[in-house]
């Protein structure tokens, strides 16, 4: 559409906010391609965050619209969602400028939501041209656990070399970690530990280890929560 001689786009629509710093710790979801498990390692993370009786909010920052992904984080259970949609744009293929002004509204308005953690996801993979990389750079000094999702171990190895000691993940989820074997060569390439979160018997695990980078202490849940991370979830 054309208006006033010039061509309207989503950014125009965007609901603008002021700018404010992100204070609160980020659960960073990142993959070595689309369809690599993040959406889902999201739903299963921020379901034990809310037993843990934390205030959720969720965040795509990255690849393709797609507003389904967003949707299912909040019937997980986040009290707010947002993805670069809401920041005018359709996909994050974009200039780094761009995606940086992109960037900084959608941590606005999450800052804005006085949320204790965000389970931030950023789509495809950071070597691809998403502006994943920046926000890897952007979130780290706030990212206190990251979640690599992979289609294979190799992939693993690949992402993990590209990046080095910038990127420190926590664990490796998505088909990388679905099998025993999987999981096996991820420990050898990489010496990483997996955690197949399509196995509800493994929630305990994931939970624990939240808490520890989260710095949660046990005796401060509730009573479901304290079931929820002893129990199959």
Do not use: W
């Amino acid at each position: 559409a054309i208006r006033g001689g010039s061509k309207v786009t989503m950014r125009e629509f965007v609901i603008p906010a002021a700018p404010r710093p992100l204070e609160i710790p980020v659960v960073l979801l990142i993959g070595t391609s689309m369809s690599s498990g993040k959406t889902t390692a999201g739903r299963v993370i921020i379901r034990a965050l809310k037993y843990m009786g934390l205030n959720v909010a969720a965040a795509k920052l990255t690849g393709s619209a797609r507003y389904r992904d967003i949707l299912q984080f909040r019937d997980a259970g986040a009290s707010y969602v947002i993805d670069f949609v809401d920041a005018g744009l359709p996909s994050t293929v974009c200039e780094e400028s761009t995606y940086r002004e992109a960037f900084g509204l959608m941590i606005s308005k999450v800052a804005a939501h006085n949320a204790d953690v965000l389970v931030a996801e950023s789509g495809a993979s950071p070597l691809e041209p998403y502006n994943g990389a920046t926000v890897v750079r952007e979130l780290a000094d706030k990212t206190r656990f990251t979640v690599l999702c992979a289609s294979d171990p190799h992939a693993v190895l690949g992402v993990q070399t590209a990046f080095g000691p910038a990127l420190k993940a926590s664990i490796v989820s998505g088909p990388a970690a679905n099998t025993s074997a999987a999981a096996d060569l991820v420990r050898q390439l990489c010496g990483l530990d997996s955690i197949n979160l399509l196995n509800r018997t493994n929630y305990p695990e994931l939970s624990r280890r939240l808490m520890d980078a989260l710095g949660l202490e046990e005796e401060a849940l509730s009573d479901e929560a304290r079931q929820y991370i002893t129990s199959a979830g």
